[in-house]
C-alpha cells in the first residue's frame, strides 16, 4: 500500500513539474528570431538591446573635478635681491653660442652643478633668438650681397644666495667645463634684463606716449 502510494506522489510531482516548465516557456517570449541573409541564415537575436548602455564609457565623474580657469594675469617683475657684504644677489650666467644644442647642454649642466652644490636657482630660461646677416661689398661695386645669416641662442640661469667665497670657486669650474664656441657672461640681474624677455611693442608704446 505504501509502495503503491509513494509512485503515485512521484507521478504527481513529475506532472507539477511539466506544467510549470510548459507555463515557464509560455510566459517568456520566444528568443530565437532567425533572419535571412543571402542563402543562408543568421541569428538577429543581440542580448544587449535589452540591457541599459547609457553609462558606458563614461569615466569623468571618477575625475576629481577641475578648479575652473583663470586668466593669465600681466607678468610683474620680482623684486630684485640686490644682496649683502658677503653673499651677492641676483646673478645671471648667460650663455650664447650660434649652435641651440651646445648652449642648451651647456645650460643644463650649470643648473645641475648649482643643484648639487646647493645654489639656490630662481629661474631658467631662454631669450629670444636673434638673427644677424653677414653682408660683404664687392671688387667693383657699390651693391652689399648678402654672405651668411647668424642666428644666436641665449640661455640664462638666474641664481642667487651666492656666497662671495664660494663665488671664484664656482666659476672656475663652469669655466673649465665651457665647450668652444660658447660666451659666457656672469652679471648682476638688473631691470633691463627682464625687459629684454618680454617683447616689444613700439606701436603701443607709441600710443601711450601720445595719451601721456
Known sequence: MSAGLGKVLCLEKGALLKQLFVLSRAAT??????????????SCH?????????????????LPKEAPKRKKERVQMKEINVGTEHEYGDVNIQMTSYDMCLVENFAQYV????????????ESYAMPTKTNEVLYLEERGSKMQLDA?????????????????????LLEVIQSNQPEGVHLLVKEHTEADFKSRLKSRPELEELRAQMS
Do not use: W
Open 29 to 42: 517570449p520566444r528568443e530565437t528570431h532567425l533572419c535571412a541573409a543571402g542563402d543562408g541564415l543568421v
Open 46 to 62: 543581440r542580448h544587449y538591446r535589452s540591457r541599459p548602455t547609457h553609462g558606458i564609457g563614461r569615466y569623468k565623474y571618477l
Open 111 to 122: 643648473h645641475r652643478l648649482c643643484n648639487r652644490l646647493s645654489v639656490r636657482v630662481n
Open 149 to 169: 645669416v647668424l642666428t644666436t641662442h641665449q640661455r640664462v640661469v638666474q641664481i642667487s644666495g651666492l656666497s662671495s667665497m664660494f663665488a671664484p670657486i
